[in-house]
């Protein structure tokens, strides 16, 4: 995998609101490709190891976990035929901090990309794009170190509000920062009649009319695409796993210390 110049991720809180600052001068906005044949969704997952692992639940969990598991689906496109899954674990190092959570996905989906036989043209995220209080989400981030197109699709909104939409599938209002003067940061878009719809920004080197377009491309009759959709349940069945184990082997120190 060919990436870009990496900033450090051993930083404060305050260092990566100024590195977000800083890629945000460097963004660009338009199409950087003229032919997708591979396509790729991306997710991550969050667990906690250790002596608490099993003590833990909801959101306190989400905060205080330690380990991330990062899963990527490639695809061949249009045809949407998967190709290859691979997945990464890494330890965390940066705190729950709401409007910087790409600093604790972006290492551990890094590491599962480099496992990759070959890098997609297009990478889906499972979060914002440009969607974000700094225009700094996890798919704008990620695509400007990888130098590559990606497209934010979100289940919930971060910034901005959006007027009604059509009932039918493919139908889109445009969300507003009203705080930035109404600058328009993406849309609410439905890809399934009569659901609620989700969120898609720019993340990098595609027009939101593209992004809109693609995501729809890849959209099979469920609200959310199908990348991020395969995405999410690929790191959902590896935690799950994950915790089976932890708690297979906090089953065995347990017998171990009986028998002391």
């Not at 790729?40 to 991330?68: H, P, Y």
């Amino acid at each position: 995998m060919a990436a870009g110049k990496m900033h450090s991720w051993d930083v404060s809180t305050q260092e990566a609101r100024a590195i977000q600052d800083g890629l945000r001068k460097k963004w660009v906005g338009v199409d950087a490709r003229e032919r997708i044949e591979t396509v790729a969704g991306l997710d991550a997952a969050f667990v906690l190891k250790g002596s608490q692992a099993l003590k833990n639940r909801g959101r306190a969990a989400l905060r205080e976990a330690n380990m991330a598991i990062g899963g990527v689906v490639l695809y061949k496109f249009p045809e949407m035929v998967e190709l290859e899954r691979v997945f990464a674990c890494v330890e965390l190092r940066f705190p729950y901090v709401p409007g910087l959570l790409s600093f604790r996905e972006i290492p551990v989906l890094l590491a599962a990309l480099k496992k990759l036989k070959k890098m997609p043209d297009l990478l889906f995220c499972d979060g914002q794009g440009i969607a974000h209080p700094r225009r700094m989400g996890l798919a704008t981030h990620l695509g400007m170190l990888l130098g590559k197109p990606t497209i934010g699709c979100a289940k919930s909104i971060l910034i901005g509000s959006h007027g009604k939409l059509r009932h039918k599938a493919g139908s889109w209002s445009a969300l507003v920062d009203e705080k930035s003067g109404g600058e328009q940061v993406g849309v609410a878009l439905r890809t399934r009649a009569g659901v609620a719809p989700i969120y898609v920004s720019q993340g990098n080197m595609v027009t939101l009319e593209t992004a809109m377009r693609l995501t729809l491309a890849v959209t099979d009759g469920y609200r959310i695409p199908r990348p991020t959709r395969d995405a999410d349940r690929y790191v959902g069945q590896l935690k799950r796993s994950r915790a089976y184990q932890a708690a297979e082997y906090q089953a065995w120190e347990q017998m171990q210390s009986s028998e002391k």
